[in-house]
């Protein structure tokens, strides 16, 4: 009997100190991320140009095409399109400040676009395609006005710049096929003709800048 009960208390010990309950269960905790990500609203013509540049640059989490400054709330692209909405074609930028900052963003705005030009952007003509900037702080607008005429005087783009600078109110996604319209349909005729060119003198610059991600 001693023995079997030795052999018992042996067996709880050993199971005790090697068996799968008695060891520490692992968590797997994410290491926080103290970066507080912002959001930046601007539109410089047609979004799917604008979106697929700013997918490109470090810091940007996402970049989300769709409209904004109307008074029609959920609005299509086909009423868009109207001009009648108000809305113009918008890309919403989320991204960490302490990678790329709002000024930097700007920067990459005004080489995307011409802001000399009212409500157009080369064919594209209509209030949809104006130049505006979205401030969502007191912050973002002081930078943008700062940018802005910082651009104006190096005459970056010659003539008298036209891009509204107005307070952010709301925002609507556009339809999920505009979303990387531009990666999913390359050889479209605009996209081969309008945007990919854009891109490609766009990826020369920045990339030479070592603003872009590995791709």
Not at 31 to 37: I, Q, R, S
Not at 182 to 198: F, L, M
Request: contains cysteine.
């Amino acid at each position: 009997m001693k023995n079997l009960a030795l052999f018992i208390l042996t067996l709880f010990v050993f199971v005790g100190c090697n068996g799968q309950d008695s060891k520490p269960k692992s968590i797997n905790i994410k290491p926080k991320n103290n970066h507080k990500m912002e959001l930046a609203t601007i539109g410089g013509g047609c979004f799917w140009c604008v979106e697929s540049c700013f997918n490109m640059l470090k810091g940007v989490e996402s970049v989300t095409s769709g409209y904004s400054g109307g008074h029609k709330d959920k609005p299509t692209y086909e009423e868009v399109c109207t001009g009648e909405t108000g809305h113009a074609e918008v890309v919403q930028i989320k991204f960490d400040p302490n990678i790329i900052s709002f000024s930097k963003l700007l920067e990459v705005f005004w080489f995307l676009h011409n802001p000399t030009t009212l409500n157009r952007q080369g064919n594209d003509i209509g209030t949809q395609y104006r130049s505006v900037i979205f401030y969502h702080s007191e912050q973002q607008k002081l930078e943008a006005e700062t940018s802005l005429k910082n651009s104006e005087a190096k005459q970056e783009w010659p003539g008298k710049y036209v891009t509204e600078i107005v307070p952010f109110e709301k925002f609507w996604a556009a339809e999920t096929y505009h979303q990387g319209y531009y990666n999913a349909n390359p050889t479209q005729p605009y996209c081969s003709a309008v945007v990919g060119p854009k891109i490609q003198k766009f990826k020369k610059h920045f990339g030479e800048l070592n603003m872009l991600k590995n791709e």
